[in-house]
């Protein structure tokens, strides 16, 4: 079957650092998204990585291996507004975008 | 300026009435998607539109339907809901149905079934 596993929860101080990872199982790969969603609006696109290595988008990177079937999101110079659900997706060889149940981040002052 | 717009923004009805959400767009795009979301939960596919021609996926239940008219506009309905199609509908666009094509989201609606 396939799958995207992300933890459920998590918790970080204003101006800290956090890293959200992602592990996959699919059939085929072929890119993996990262969305961010504030409560009860639309996912916005954040990233996408289809080649391993890191990709820098001022405060946010993401990450990917291909190879251990796993990526992680990285939020720097956390803001209050960076709390939100933070959804990793992967399309599989028939260009079908699995979804994982996303990461709730609460950001303490 | 507002790209995917999707009303109306909260929608309530009753156990077995017909509803109808809708989605439009200014983008142009190509696709457009259906997704179903429930609390805490990843975003499920109902349907996807490329260009006229409609996609339906396995598992969703006839119960949900969908109408595209034309481009900018697309319609969910369902015809009887019930308890547990209560959720937030997100509707998405895209330029077309490639791999690395974003998918971009409108605020979605959220429906009630009393």
């Known amino acids: 079957g396939q799958n995207i596993d992300q933890p459920t929860e998590m918790t970080a101080t204003e101006g800290a650092i956090v890293q959200i990872n992602c592990t996959y199982q699919t059939s085929g790969f072929n890119g993996l998204f990262w969305y961010q969603q504030h409560a009860g609006e639309a996912p916005t696109f954040l990233s996408y990585n289809v080649l391993d290595g890191l990709e820098e988008k001022g405060r946010f990177s993401s990450f990917l291996s291909r190879s251990k079937g796993y990526s992680y999101l990285l939020l720097k110079e956390l803001q209050m507004k960076d709390s939100a659900s933070y959804l990793c997706a992967v399309t599989d060889s028939n260009y079908q975008l699995i979804w994982g149940a996303g990461t709730k981040l609460i950001i303490k002052p | 300026d507002a790209m995917v717009i999707q009303n109306p923004r909260y929608q309530v009805t009753q156990f077995g009435k017909p509803v109808t959400l809708s989605c439009s767009q200014t983008?142009?795009?190509?696709?457009m998607y259906w997704y179903q979301q429930k609390s805490s939960q990843a975003p499920k596919l109902l349907f996807h539109?490329?260009?006229?021609?409609?996609?339906n996926e396995a598992d969703t239940p006839d119960n949900f339907q969908s109408r595209r008219p034309n481009t900018s506009f697309c319609f969910l309905d369902i015809r009887s809901p019930g308890l547990g199609d209560a959720a937030m509908y997100l509707c998405?666009?895209?330029?077309?149905?490639?791999?690395?094509?974003?998918?971009?989201f409108g605020p979605g609606t959220r429906l009630t079934v009393l």
């Open positions: 998405a666009t895209s330029t077309s149905t490639e791999v690395t094509d974003t998918q971009y």
């Open positions: 539109y490329y260009d006229k021609d409609f996609n």
């Open positions: 983008l142009n795009h190509n696709v």
